[in-house]
């Protein structure tokens, strides 16, 4: 007993005196164990006692938890640790995405007269965002504004962008954050004597520590901190046919006003990187259409027929899954090496609808007739499949479908969304409203995606532009459009749709 009295602080003496009090809240997958682990070393090395707790909470963004450190100088006594941090009584807050520091803030974990935020403005979006079917990511400007009067200081830069760029994780560029922010008193060769002494991706966590702490020592804002959309078009090279074909498209494209060339430039890459240099005529033949129309219109013209001609269909499909580039960015979201052993999993679930699109139009169209063929077909192929594409064979099978490319405009499901585009593309033009024309273009947004998502998307665009003729000689008529958009754009099943629709009945 006399032992323990020896170490113990004396009756009456605040035990939590110089007691800094850190958390960080961090989503599954951003290395907030590692960042906790290295905060804590770094603590012990540089002379303090230290106690890491960590609180699992819902895993709504594949597991959002608190990580909770307090540490204190090393003294005769022992000072006394909490497991959990308390409303009010934080000093430091890391949150490695930005509606984790919004979710801090509301929980009362930052405070104006001792909290210092440390937060990374990149998105991992919430369950409820990726439900809804249009842009369903929550405002940041709030969150970042409440923090400027919430925080005692508030460090804002994409850290995970920071840390991408170095080859390494968020873990690695909060943690240069944190030596930056200059609210422990520890030298940056310390944080660095730990990163080394982890013994794992030394040289890409040293990159990315500096880079954080670069970030954090700039105090870099979300707005400027935004990457530069790069003017140009990427430099072609190929055969020099194919060049010379591309050739030709920009020269048709520097004809075309000034106000819509970046985008047209944008739209005809997608185009040709899609299907091939004469689908890219195809596009500007359209576009060409609409010359006499405004600048207005041109540019939502442009962006949305390349979206409606790139659709996404098998061959698509297996053209992304198996390219290069792909297998490079699921290596870097894993944080996986180039000499790492990576096992890739495709998830198919087809319907008779998509294998019918993909035979040649006459067959296709002669099956899709008679409902007992695509009956037996969808018993036949609509179940849920699992393809490894990380051997030979998986990746071969996705690679054969996606070599179907050169004869897509053969297909039943090209001649299917060829009519359609006509149809809607049509339908635009001819409006003497210049607005209304335009929101009739921004309803190819209610089209996207694969299988069930796209036949819910095509259901909602046929209820809204069906509500089209009821509105035509109505002043506001482009105004209703939007909101009938809008509306259908708000939840999957279509309840905010049919309230509007209800209401366009009562005009």
Not at 267 to 289: F, I, R, T
């Amino acid at each position: 007993m006399n032992e323990i009295a020896d170490i113990l602080a004396p009756a009456g003496s605040d035990t939590t005196a110089g007691v800094t009090k850190l958390a960080i809240m961090a989503v599954g997958g951003q290395g907030g164990g590692v960042l906790t682990n290295w905060i804590t070393e770094v603590a012990q090395k540089g002379g303090y006692r230290v106690q890491a707790t960590s609180v699992a909470g819902v895993a709504q963004r594949t597991g959002a938890t608190i990580y909770y450190i307090e540490m204190a100088p090393r003294t005769d006594h022992l000072p006394v640790f909490a497991l959990a941090p308390s409303t009010g009584d934080i000093d430091i807050l890391i949150a490695a995405e930005l509606m984790e520091a919004g979710r801090a803030m509301m929980r009362g974990f930052v405070s104006a007269d001792r909290t210092t935020l440390i937060a990374s403005t990149h998105r991992v979006l919430a369950i409820e965002e990726k439900l809804v079917p249009g842009d369903g990511r929550a405002d940041p400007a709030p969150v970042m504004a409440q923090a400027k009067e919430q925080a005692l200081r508030a460090v804002w830069h994409d850290f995970d962008a920071a840390a991408t760029g170095s080859g390494s994780v968020i873990s690695a560029s909060l943690f240069g954050a944190l030596a930056a922010s200059g609210t422990l008193p520890f030298e940056r060769t310390l944080y660095e004597d730990v990163i080394r002494a982890s013994g794992r991706g030394i040289e890409a966590s040293l990159a990315a520590f500096a880079a954080g702490y670069d970030g954090a020592t700039a105090g870099v804002s979300e707005v400027e901190n935004m990457p530069d959309i790069p003017s140009g078009i990427t430099t072609p090279d190929g055969p020099a046919d194919l060049i010379g074909g591309w050739r030709a498209l920009e020269a048709r494209v520097e004809k075309l006003p000034e106000a819509v060339r970046p985008i047209s430039l944008r739209g005809l890459e997608k185009v040709v990187d899609y299907q091939d240099v004469a689908y890219g005529s195809d596009y500007l033949d359209h576009l060409e259409k609409a010359r006499e129309k405004g600048g207005g219109f041109l540019v939502e013209a442009a962006k949305y027929l390349a979206n409606a001609m790139c659709y996404d269909d098998l061959i698509r499909v297996a053209d992304l899954k198996t390219r290069a580039s792909r297998d490079v960015r699921l290596r870097n979201e894993q944080g996986a090496d180039r000499d790492a052993i990576v096992h890739v999993t495709e998830y198919f679930h087809p319907r008779a609808e998509e294998v019918v699109g993909a035979f040649p139009a006459g067959l296709g169209g002669f099956i899709e007739r008679r409902g007992s063929l695509m009956k037996a077909l969808d018993w036949l192929v609509n179940r849920g499949r699992r393809v490894r594409t990380d051997g030979l064979r998986g990746w071969l099978s996705l690679w054969m479908v996606s070599g179907m490319k050169p004869f897509r405009r053969r297909l039943l499901r090209h001649k299917i969304e060829a009519e359609h585009l006509e149809r809607w593309y049509s339908l635009a033009l001819e409006q003497s409203d210049e607005a209304l024309g335009i929101e009739v273009l921004k309803c190819r947004r209610l089209i996207k995606g694969y299988s069930d998502t796209h036949a819910r998307g095509l259901s909602k665009y046929d209820r809204v532009i069906g509500a089209l003729p009821d509105l035509a000689e109505r002043d506001d008529a482009a105004d209703w459009l939007r909101r009938l958009r809008e509306a259908a754009l708000q939840d999957e099943q279509g309840d905010a749709l049919d309230g509007a629709l209800r209401t366009i009945g009562t005009l």
